[in-house]
Structures are given as C-alpha cells and as structure tokens.
C-alpha cells in the first residue's frame, strides 16, 4: 500500500529516500530549511567562480551507477565524469608526490620508496577487494535494526578475513614500514571521521575505492549530483518546498501525525528525517518521544568538523592539481587535537582542492578556485574571525612555499565556513561535517537506529545512522530506510 511521505532535509540521503518512497508508489514531500538541494553539497556562485562547498572527492563510482540504475537510468544521463590522473599530489616537508591513477604506476611508486612494498600491496588490495565487495554489496545495505540481520552466511563464513576487529593502522602496519607509505594508506580511512587505530580494518576497502576505483570528477562538480538526483525525484513526482524549516513532529499516540514548519503544517502518513539526528530528537520531538538521551549524544564520537575557505584567485597556479594533500607537518599531533584532546590545531593539515584544473568553467578565464579545508574538532566554541584569518595565513603561507608563487596579492574573492555556520546552516551537532565517526562500537547495529523506538512512522537517514558518514554512504542510506518505510507499512494503509 502507499501512502504520504514527508522527508526533512535535501541532502543526499533525503534524495535518496525521496526517490525510492516515490518510485514504490508514495506521494512525497521534501523540505529544507536552505534555498536549494544539496545540504552541505550546496553550490556557492559569486564573482564569477563556482565552489562545491561540501563533499568534492568522487569515489566509488559503481554506488552512484547502481543508485541511477535502480530506477532505469544511467550516470551519463546527467553529467558526465573524468577519471583524474594523477589521483591527487601529497606534499611533503620535503616535496610532492603525485599519486598515479594506473595501478602499475602506483606500485612502482611503492616499490621506489620502500623494497618489497610493490608486492605486499597487491597481497593488501586482494583482501581489501573482497572486503569491499562483502561491504559494499551486502552489509552497507542492511538497516541495523538487529544482530539477526548479519546471520548472512557469505558474511559469516568470511567474518574473519573481514578484519572487524583488528584496526587499519595495525593491518596498514603489517603490510608497509615505510612511514610515508603507512600515511598514503592511512588517509582514505579519514573520510570515516576516525583515527585509523578506532577504525576497523574492515574498512581497507576505503583504499580499494581509491586505488582500483579510481577518483572521479563530474562535470560541473558535485552539484551535478544534486541536481541529477533532483531532476530524477522530480521525474518520479516529487515535490520540493525550499527555504522551509520544520519547527515540531506532532505526535499521536505512538505516531507521528504532523510536522509544523515555518510556513505551515503537513499531515503524512510516514516522515523520514535527513536532517541532524540530534536535531530531530531534541528539537522537533517532545521529550518523551527522543529514542536517545542527552547523556547518549555526549558520549558519542563525532567526525571532525572543517574549516574551510572559497577563494578565487585572479591567476593560474602553476604546478597545483586537482586535489591536493598538505601533509608537511606531524600527522599524529593534529589527529590528537582532533579527537584526543579536542582543540584548535597547532599546526594543521590541510586540504586543497582545485576544481579549475579540471574544469576551466569553474572559474573566469586566467583565473583558479581554490577550496581549503582544514579538519578541526567538532564542538570548538571560539570560532571567531581572528582565528580563521590567522589558519588561513598559516595554509596560504605553506602553499605558496611548495608551489614557489605568490599567492595572497591575487585574490579577489575570499569567503571563508566554519564550526558555527554547520551549525547554523544544517543544524549540525556541535557543528560536525561528517556526522558520527565509524568506530567498531558505532559502526552497524551500534549506530542510531533507521527508525525511532518510540514513534512507530518516524525514521532516520544520512550520516548519523547506518551505514554511515560519506557521499555514497548517503546514498545507500536513503535506499535503506526507503526499505524501513516499505516494511513497515506493508498493507497497513
């Protein structure tokens, strides 16, 4: 039976759920509280230079290709994608490496920096292929509701070689000693919001997405995605009510009857929220509907939270690719004043991304956008102006050393986005990018349920409920909790 459907949040696990409810037959409603689609993948257009402002990696381009095919549509539908080569630049203290997109390239690049480390990556990348294909093909489907979900006899008989229990800094370590190598494998684990030592191995298949997957732009950026998966919701008879914030859930009973907005009320028979866990639960329900405690968000473990800057620059930088990796200052010390001892970094890595490369049309002829970002601890409560500027002088400093330009006396466009704006602009907790950490303890069943326990019609999507944070995650996770719904309401309306 079908009914309707009021899904909270426009970004992209609230597509995602808003295409599936649709495509079974649902009438579906979308609201954000922003004036486009997108959520922290909005575009940001000024002076003539376009920005991603949030996600602007694309990997595992077959999660995207089996979204599309699901309702009979292909990603060269929409917008069109360029394999990067080379994958992206790391800088050293001491100077770059570039990070090949062939697979034999890359493992002469291991071979040249430590011997013998050419073959252990092939042994390496054999288990993080079968990790990826039990991962990603069968466990990041299941909504995580219960411990009987797992008793999936491929993942039962291949528990162990799954490494769930075992940490990626520990499995990276057996493979590679050279410190530099370790780092390389290390760092596609950080898009999970952990330190690699509280990350399972099992997610060694982040390094198959990077390596065999390939990284990928789309035309246009990531905003191509938004609007693909807009114009697919929109296909299906989505409708879509911008610039509208939910203010309360009304409950009935154990249901939920109604959402109050800014501008009105919906009836519906099911919500599906993809707005901020936390801000669902303590701001739009009652008390004693919250499935979760206070004390319960306290102890969780949140990904980071960025500090980012847009910049346009009235001039090509010479030497700087697409994506690039500033990993010329002590790793373990940043990563501690991330997680262990959460404050302003001393000095930071940083992220630079620079869409322009790629394509020209992101920026004025003879010009470059340029995206920082900067991982900092989610819950910082002195993000002032003064302290953006002084990160954004230390970072242009150390670009400018590396690329030999001089880089500052070129911009003409400079905006900059940081803890307190996630929190205004997503009702982020504690103004977290990422949403909540993949640690073994808050990976699966561990995580905030799809579906409240309290209110029977309510359920949750995106980032901080399974599988987890991420682009593609997001888009598993609206295709789970569309499951959810369907389940659910199985010839009950």
Known sequence: MTGKVLVIGAGFAGLSAAAFMARAGWNVTVIDKNPTAGGRARRLQEAGFTFD????????????????????????????????????????????????????????????????????????????????????QRLVYKPGRSLTEFLDWEVVRNVLRLDIFTSIKKHIARHFHNERLRQLMEFPVLFLGALPENTPALYSLMNWADIKGGTWYPEGGMWSIVQAMQALCEELGVQFRFGEEARAIRITGRQAREVETDKGVYAFDAVISGAD??????????????????????????????????????????????????????FDRHAQEIYTDPQWPSDPLFY????????????PEGCENL???????????????????????????????????????????????????????????????????????????????????????????????????????????GEVVAAQVLKTFNGKL
């Open 371 to 477: 995206v920082f970002l900067i991982p900092v601890a989610a819950g910082l409560n002195t993000d002032t102006e003064e302290v953006r500027e002084r990160y954004f002088d230390a970072i242009m400093a150390r670009l400018e050393r590396h690329t030999g330009q001089s880089l500052r006396d070129a911009i003409i466009y400079k905006k900059n986005f940081a803890v307190s704006d996630f929190e205004r602009d997503y009702h982020s907790f504690k103004g977290n990018a990422y949403g909540l950490a993949n640690t073994l303890l808050q990976t699966a069943i561990f995580r905030p349920s799809c579906q409240s326990r309290k209110v029977s019609n309510l359920f949750y999507t995106g980032q901080f409920t399974v599988p987890g944070p991420g682009v593609p995650p997001s888009l598993i996770s």
């Open 53 to 136: 402002m949030g996600p602007s990696w694309y990997w595992m381009p077959d999660v995207f290709e089996r979204f599309f095919a699901s309702f009979g549509k292909q990603v060269s539908d929409y917008y069109q994608l360029t394999r990067l080569d080379p994958s992206y630049r790391v800088y050293w203290a001491d100077g770059p490496t570039d990070i090949p997109a062939g697979y034999s390239e890359l493992k002469a690049l291991f071979e040249s920096i430590e011997f013998g480390a050419g073959a252990r990556l092939d042994h390496y990348l054999k288990e993080a292929q079968h990790k990826y294909r039990i991962g990603m």
């Open 352 to 363: 630079v991304s620079a869409a322009s490369k790629t394509d020209p049309g992101c920026a």
């Open 277 to 330: 866990y936390h801000f669902t639960e303590t701001k739009l329900l009652p008390a004693e509907y919250r499935t979760y405690t206070e004390s319960y968000w306290q102890r969780r473990v949140l990904a980071p939270s960025c500090l980012m800057y847009y910049v346009g620059v009235n001039k090509r930088v010479e030497g700087l690719p697409h994506h690039a990796l500033f990993f010329d200052v002590p």
